[in-house]
């Protein structure tokens, strides 16, 4: 067990549909990453926060966004949801937002869009 | 081009070294990983390497690094079957914190 948790474990939605993804970082980390991984495109970062700011953007699609709240939890919004879209989401957290501190990651949403 | 590559499947005995190699197309990377999926987990940090080095060790792991051919490798001595995982290579791009990753190589140890 990683201490970083996600919600929900499994979801299921149709197309044009509108998601969001829950994860709680690790007690005391600071830095929230999201990771999308599919069969196509394999394991992609999205985006980090530090701190509740935005520190870096990977491929993160328009359609998407995240927030990372007061009290650490971080937020993944999915909208106008595409059949390409399912995937397994994981959240990560490390202590500091360094490139050299230790990712955490959660157990993953499985998104599955019909 | 961002593009991290890796051999999709390995397969080794039990107690015989596995070596997972990886060529990465960044050259300003400035630090490299290893990770480790088990079946229905999340990914697990094994080890890093800072670009101006060319080898690191680390118990059963060691970390070789060929930057002229831009090309990592990990090698795991006296391999396990509770190694048997999907091994990801990575890098960060120009220092920053955009990570890339490698397709990912599945490691099947027999037993």
């Known amino acids: 067990d990683s201490g970083v948790t996600q919600t929900p474990k499994h979801l299921i939605t149709a197309t044009g549909q509108r998601v969001t993804l829950r994860c709680s970082p690790r007690?005391?980390?600071?830095?929230v990453y999201w990771y999308q991984q599919s069969l196509d495109q394999g394991l992609q970062f999205l985006i980090q926060y530090y701190n509740g700011e935005e520190r870096a953007k990977g491929n993160i699609l328009e359609r998407f966004s995240a927030q990372q709240f007061p009290d650490l939890h971080s937020e993944l919004n999915l909208s106008s949801l595409e059949l390409g879209d399912s995937a397994l989401y994981f959240c990560?957290?490390?202590?500091?937002?360094?490139?050299?501190?230790?990712?955490?990651f959660g157990p993953g949403t499985r998104l599955t869009v019909l | 081009g961002e593009d991290v590559e890796q051999s999709l499947f390995l397969s080794v005995r039990e107690g015989d070294s596995s070596v997972i190699n990886c060529t990465y197309t960044d050259s300003s990377s400035t630090y490299l990983y290893w990770y480790k999926q088990e079946p229905g987990a999340g990914l697990q940090l094994l080890t890093y390497?800072?670009?101006?080095?060319d080898m690191k060790q680390d118990q059963r792991l060691t970390v070789l690094l060929n930057k002229k051919d831009k090309h990592l490798s990990l090698r795991i001595a006296d391999t396990q079957t509770g190694d048997s995982a999907i091994y990801f290579c990575?890098?960060?791009?120009?220092?920053?914190?955009?990570?890339?990753f490698g397709t990912g190589t599945r490691l099947k140890v027999l037993a």
């Open positions: 390497i800072f670009s101006n080095m």
């Open positions: 007690s005391g980390d600071l830095s």
């Open positions: 990575a890098e960060s791009m120009g220092g920053t914190y955009k990570y890339i």
């Open positions: 990560a957290s490390s202590v500091g937002g360094s490139v050299t501190d230790t990712q955490y």
